[in-house]
């Protein structure tokens, strides 16, 4: 039996598919399928089930995690040794990282470019959602707003951050700029598809203004681009919308809502090696953006 084949096995459990763990491995897919069929020949048993939207471990698969987790460790302190003496305690390794898509660009992609810039050995990958998924999809720590569509052990809360309105200076000099929210009735909203709109924290403030989106996007940095054409107000992130020097806050004080990043690590048995330290970075950042994530 080869000790790879074992972390082949941890890394499909960790991604919930084939692909997933050979992209994660950098290998090739058909690779992973052949070592996976290998193993199950010598252990005279299936230990994943195959499926069309992924696959999951059997309970012969599950019985071999913790000596997969192991073997990777072991395999991690060889390859550590083999290094250069000064780069023994380097990070090393994967981790996936999933984020909203303003937070993510905002903040976690520069955070995970200075942690790799430090270890080299350390590979990072971030990928874009709005908010937590019911069960991790091979992501170490994933970043969304509100909680989990199911409740989700571990799961923390990073921090509030303020949303308002905004609009540029010269759209409020050509159409007036509100007094009350009654008068947003004369303009146009710039916000999340309505109708695509899953979040609850993000969809109370709608109900509160009663206000029709006129100009929609599943992307909020869309709805910043188009906030700075002049196309309406725009309902947007105080960290994304206060550093454009063109755009002015709308009626800040009667508008505004907090809605907060919640963060959830994958189950310790599937979680890489280098992720808590990757947390503890993201949560020392966190604290020292609170005057950006949370402004007067």
Known sequence: MRADDLVILLEIARCGSLTGAASALDINH????RRISALEAELHGSVIVRRVQGCELTELGTSL????????????RVNEISRSPDSAQALSGLVRVSSTHAFGSQYIAPLLAELHSMNRNL????????RLTAYSAGWDIEIGVG??????????????????????????????????????ADHSLI?????????????????RLDH???IGSTSVQAQLTATLAGGGIGLLPAFLADPEPTLRRVLWSEVATTPEFTASLA???????ATQVVMQAIREMIAEKQSEL???
């Open 191 to 207: 916000y999340y598809v309505e109708s695509l709109l899953r979040v609850e924290d993000l969809d109370v403030i709608l109900t």
């Open 294 to 296: 949370l402004p007067e």
């Open 267 to 273: 189950p310790r048995r599937l979680r890489r090696p």
């Open 30 to 33: 058909a690779t992973v399928s």
């Open 123 to 130: 590979t990072v990958e971030l990928v874009t959602s709005t």
């Open 147 to 184: 909680e989990p569509v199911v409740s989700r052990p571990g799961a923390e809360k990073l921090s509030n951050y303020r949303m308002g309105l905004y609009a540029t200076q010269d759209y409020l000099e050509f159409h007036g700029e509100p007094k009350t929210i009654d008068d947003l």
């Open 212 to 214: 029709r989106i006129q």
């Open 65 to 76: 995690l913790e000596s997969c987790e192991q073997i990777e460790s072991a395999m991690r």
